[in-house]
């Protein structure tokens, strides 16, 4: 496997693809005739007998594990855990929950259970280190204690934020079978897994990478395609409740906000130009004579006009290094453009029109422009609009979260192993 390519994905957004609750998920509601799974009853639940209303709270501060933490990349296996600790106690009560059955994603080793919400919710040590290691590129150049410690910092704040996830998730499917809603938790689920597959494939999609060689870069760092699918799909399950949740307490983004905040922040709607197009290069190196050099071109040409894939016959017939960059060129605005000489034809064409043969002293090209970005101010369109609301919302969202994870902890009462 291309050694560089994997280093690329190891900083190109993984952590990003994958991180909790970062998943961009419409919005899912509960239908029938049973209440809504969120009501003001249910956000002053009842403390139960001899528990105090103020504890165990959710830490303000990373978990702190008593126990030595095993090294996320270690090679050797941590030792063995009891089956009946690392899953539910049956796949029927599993399912009836709303959550699946943990498995070893791995195969390689025995997992641990690193933390537990009750009998039927279990978070595994695998699951964390899946999550570490997304985020190596922060610990991996650094070296004995200061990694170990770094290391260990990562894995505190990553179990904190899976345990956070998984209790939004289980009080997510309390109220829906509290409201009689049971039956839409298999909808849920498969609209989680669309959710999350359609990231996915928009990632390798826009990194021109191939299902088969990302499974191999990840299996390189450590991680699996199944354990990233289900890390989107739990963030899916979570942005709905916490959509939802916003909804039913009638906290929403309205169209004057968007304005508001459009007109108060002018400097952060403002772009430079940026024009994006595709360069197919035929180099007169290749040829013995610059006729036949052109011949080859005009083909290239004549197959592009015709409807064929560009990019396609970029990388599998043309010379240039474009090809690498899924058939980009050199040069977003005027000034930048290489070679210079191109520069007339590349702002003076619409988007989607294909350029004659141009004539350089190394030899042709044919470029395309994608997409044309002007300077000045963005309009207030649609996609601004959605882009505020996104913030906006998130920034609600951010304030509820703090409050709902609190009351979460202390009524759910989650359990670090080692503790």
Known sequence: MDAPLRRWLLTAGLAALAGTGCTQSRSVQVQGP????????DEAAPVARGQSPDEPKAPTGPIVITEAMPDPLAKTPPAATPRSLVQPASATTASRSGLSALSNPLHDKQIQVAAFIGTNVVITDDEVY????????????????????????????????LIERELIILELFTRMKKNKAEDKIEGLNDHAREQANARLATYRKARGVPEEEFIKVLR????????????LERDALVQVYLEQMLKDKGKFVTLNDLWDYYTANPKEFTVDEKIKWLD??????????????????????????AGGDFVEIIKKSGHGDSGLRNGEGLGTKRGDFQPAELE?????????????????ATGYHIVKVVSVQKAGVREFDGKVQSEI??????????????KMIDDLWRRYRPKVVGE
């Open 34 to 41: 049973a209440p809504q799974w969120m009501s003001p009853a």
């Open 130 to 161: 899946q999550m570490v290691r997304q985020r190596a590129a922060e610990y991996i150049e650094l070296f004995g204690s200061e990694q170990t410690k770094k290391e260990q910092a990562v894995y505190r704040e990553e179990l904190r934020k």
């Open 220 to 231: 390189a760092q450590g991680l699996t395609y199944n354990g990233i699918r289900r890390q």
């Open 280 to 305: 197919c290069f035929v180099s007169f190196q290749r040829f013995g004579t610059a006729a036949e050099a052109k011949e080859y071109a005009e083909n290239l040409w004549r197959a592009a006009s």
């Open 344 to 360: 007339s034809v590349i702002v003076e064409s619409k988007e989607g029109q294909l350029s004659p043969l141009l004539q350089t």
């Open 389 to 402: 609301r996104g913030k906006l919302t998130k920034q609600l969202q951010e304030k509820e979260y703090v």
